[in-house]
């Protein structure tokens, strides 16, 4: 069914997103169950494109993350510090395209995201980088020499662009995470995350949808969900409300 209502949106292509990749960017984050994915694409394709990657419309995403043998930048989030860092290799599966990224986010609620093309999708030890390296000195908070990696997940996406190109929505289904250093995993099952991507405050058709189903704002980093999730041995009293909420919704 969902692919069926995929087909009946006008695509847009990779090449035409490049002027929309909203590097620097407001974020709004929502959680709901899955079944709300129809309904919401129903109401969506009269002013939404869906994005085309190689004839796909759900792509696969594969993300590592990096961190210190501290989780000093997990810490950072549960802690509250509004300007913090994430750093990560994001692997695109259907364009065989991988980079690395650093990705901040300040006190005013902006995103910036910095990122260079890599060959690897992950790694082992932070020392396969190389070069590398010399991008994550500069542009990280952190020593890369610091950094190992701590978790990875697995997703589908769903990307929408609105017929403006003035905001980019995100749909993720089918999460999974694994966790390097308890070996834990976590599957979300019947969980979807949505994410709104503007470039400033403005009106947003999506933003409407979700309100008339109800859908509720709710921040969410897979980053920390999932060492929440996977490692029970981290401090988590920022993310207890959201763990019960992503609990319920786990079929």
């Known amino acids: 069914m969902i692919n069926d209502l995929l087909n009946?949106?006008?695509?847009?292509?990779?090449?035409?997103?490049?002027?929309?990749?909203?590097?620097?960017?407001?974020?709004s984050k929502f959680v709901a169950s899955v079944s709300f994915l129809p309904r919401i694409l129903e109401e969506a394709t009269p002013c939404f494109r869906v994005q085309m990657v190689n004839d796909f419309k759900i792509s696969r995403y594969c993300?590592?993350?990096?961190?210190?043998?501290?989780?000093?930048?997990?810490?950072?989030?549960?802690?509250?510090?509004?300007?913090?860092?994430?750093i990560r290799i994001r692997s695109y599966?259907?364009?065989?395209?991988?980079?690395?990224?650093?990705?901040?986010?300040?006190?005013?609620?902006?995103?910036?995201?910095?990122?260079?093309?890599?060959s690897h999708t992950h790694v082992n030890s932070v020392e396969e980088l190389m070069d590398e390296k010399r991008f994550l000195n500069k542009n990280s908070l952190f020593n890369a020499g610091d950094l190992r990696p701590v978790l990875a997940n697995d997703f589908k996406r769903i990307t929408l662009v609105n017929n403006r190109k003035t905001e980019r929505v995100t749909i993720d289904i089918d999460l999974s995470f694994h966790n390097y250093v308890s070996g834990g995993q976590k599957d979300l099952g019947d969980v979807m995350i949505i994410e709104l991507k503007q470039d400033g405050w403005q009106h947003s058709d999506f933003r409407d949808i979700l309100m008339q189903l109800r859908i509720k704002k709710m921040s969410f980093s897979k980053y920390c969900m999932g060492t929440v999730l996977t490692n029970p041995n981290v401090k988590y009293n920022r993310f207890k409300r959201r763990c019960t909420l992503i609990n319920k919704l786990i079929k």
């Open 63 to 86: 993300t590592q993350y990096l961190d210190t043998p501290d989780l000093d930048m997990f810490t950072m989030h549960q802690n509250g510090k509004l300007n913090r860092q994430k």
């Open 93 to 118: 599966m259907e364009s065989n395209l991988s980079f690395l990224e650093v990705k901040n986010k300040n006190n005013r609620s902006r995103t910036k995201k910095i990122r260079i093309p890599i």
């Open 8 to 27: 009946t949106m006008n695509p847009i292509t990779l090449d035409e997103m490049h002027g929309i990749r909203l590097m620097d960017r407001i974020d």
